[in-house]
Nanobody, 116 residues
Framework: QVQLVESGGGLVQPGGSLRLSCAASGSISGINAMGWYRQVPGKQRELVAVITSGGSTNYGASVKGRFTISRDNARNTVYLQMNSLKPEDTAVYYC??????????WGQGTQVTVSS
C-alpha cells in the first residue's frame, strides 16, 4: 500500500507560478514512477508530468517548457513546479504512483485555479 498526500494548490493569476508537492508513504520501495495528472469536469484525466525511479521525465504537450517535475528521494516527495500558468491549466491535479509496475495509487487531488 502507498499513501499519497498532495499540497500546494490554490488560486493564481495568469502568468504566475505554483509548486505542488506529493509526499509518499507506505511501501515506497516498490514505486517505479510518480507523476501528476489533471482533470476538469467532463473531460478525461490527462498526463501532466511523470518521473521514473531512475530520474527520467516525460511531460504532456501542453505543459512542456512551463512545468518541471522533480523528486526528493530523502523526503519521498515529488514536486511539480508550474510557471507561466494559463487559465486552461485550471483543473484538479492528482498525484499518481506506479507500484511494482502493476498497481496505480492516487492522491486525493488539489485544485489549481488560474484566473484574474
Amino acid at each position: 500500500q502507498v499513501q499519497l498526500v498532495e499540497s500546494g494548490g490554490g488560486l493564481v493569476q495568469p502568468g504566475g507560478s505554483l509548486r505542488l508537492s506529493c509526499a509518499a508513504s507506505g511501501s515506497i520501495s516498490g514505486i517505479n514512477a510518480m507523476g501528476w495528472y489533471r482533470q476538469v469536469p467532463g473531460k478525461q484525466r490527462e498526463l501532466v508530468a511523470v518521473i521514473t525511479s531512475g530520474g527520467s521525465t516525460n511531460y504532456g504537450a501542453s505543459v512542456k517548457g512551463r512545468f518541471t517535475i522533480s523528486r526528493d528521494n530523502a523526503r519521498n516527495t515529488v514536486y511539480l513546479q508550474m510557471n507561466s500558468l494559463k487559465p486552461e491549466d485550471t483543473a484538479v491535479y492528482y498525484c499518481n504512483a506506479l507500484h511494482n509496475l502493476v498497481r496505480s495509487y492516487w492522491g486525493q487531488g488539489t485544485q489549481v485555479t488560474v484566473s484574474s
